[in-house]
């Protein structure tokens, strides 16, 4: 790793610089990986860490074309070949130190050779994934897999609900040929608020959010900025008395002001026993048919990435590693009334990226650290690229495709249309 200071910014470069070659990278079908190299990239995903680092240095040596190749087609046929389908109600799952369960169908004709989109639905108060799982499957048909955790008393705005939902989209994902560019997030209610939340902090993970009869309070609106790139279809009854629609009227006012992608539909139908805080069915066809059209935009050349403290990570290119102790707390603010003060004040942590050719400008707030993890087509990497940091030149090098990064970042995020081929790690100076 090399250190270099450019204008106060300390700038540390994952990917060997080669200032004097020209570095191209062969699209992924000039080279066939060799049957050795596959096996090892597939010991490498699947070792523990410990394992997997030993196996690194001699990997992250072999030709980056190579590799690529090797990845995609581990990455493709990593899943299970012969997996059970139909309903599956109570799958146990292990979130940290916690057993949990969900709810899981696949239908009966499902083929392991070809991708399936993805509908995790999250249940509100007095439900669980099961129930769900019974009351949506009907709904969709079989062109969908539909996945149902259960978390006690619908509290997804919690760690342990986060933290759930992710590990189910892992855990099927592994299992099932899940196309990662058509997973859904949805809820009812409990489930709604899950859905805002969870949702709009890992937004390059989902093709759409579908929250409703949903609340989101005001003093979480910077979060919607993540939504730039990832569309909400909201739905709510002008009547709810449990949730009241001004929650969802507020939400889409600022997404439409923002000129963020949304559709709104507000109903006026009243339930027998749930009065106007449900889903009717007659919204059911719109609904289907939007989802059909939708796909995730995996590199969107201007992210928005707006965190919490609790919350750095990664969103499409862009990761966030260290945010400023100034920045609010979400987990804390139900129980500290100077984090929520922080929250409704905006003290979020905040970046906002912008690519024009081999450019890369960057504007931050309350952010300490953060990395560029450069995908195939972002950039020219046969040309030097330069990154500005809120105004001043934080790098300007030629980079090399890294083996290390590529191997690292697929470990971190299994995921085939995200690779990484270099990474840029930047200190932002006070």
Known sequence: MRRSKRGGIVVCIAASAAMNACQIIPTSHEAEPPPELLQHVSAYLQADDQEAESLLPALSDRPIAELESALLLTLDSSFQKSVPTGMQRGRSIRVGDDSMRYGLYVPPAYDPSRSYPLILCLHGAGFDGDAYLDRWQPRLGEDYLLACPTMEEGEWWTRQGEA?????????????????????????????????????NHPDRFA??????????????????????????????????????????????????????????????VHPMAGGHYFPREELP????????????????????????????RDFWVRIDEIDSAAGSFWESEHHPGESRRLQQGAYARLKAQVSGNTIFMTTEHILRYSVLIPRHLVDLNKPVLVFTNGRVSFEQLLRPDGRSLLEEARRRPDPRQLVFSTIEIRVSP
């Open 164 to 200: 759930l939902v992710l590990a189910v989209l892992s855990d099927i994902s592994r299992t099932y040929h899940v196309d990662p560019d058509r997973v859904f997030l949805t809820g009812m209610s409990n489930g709604g608020i899950g859905t805002y939340l969870i949702g709009l």
């Open 286 to 313: 719109d609904l289907l048919a939007w989802l059909k059209t939708q796909r995730r935009t995996s590199e969107p050349r201007e992210p928005v990435v707006v965190r919490d403290r609790d919350h750095p990570g």
């Open 208 to 269: 759409a959010l579908i929250p409703m009869a949903g609340a989101f309070p005001t003093a979480l609106f910077p979060l919607l900025d993540n939504a730039k790139n990832t569309p909400l279809y909201i739905i709510h009854g002008s009547k709810d008395q449990v949730m009241p629609v001004q929650y969802s009227r507020d939400v889409a006012a600022y997404l439409k002001r923002n000129g963020y992608p949304v559709i709104y539909r507000e109903h006026d139908r």
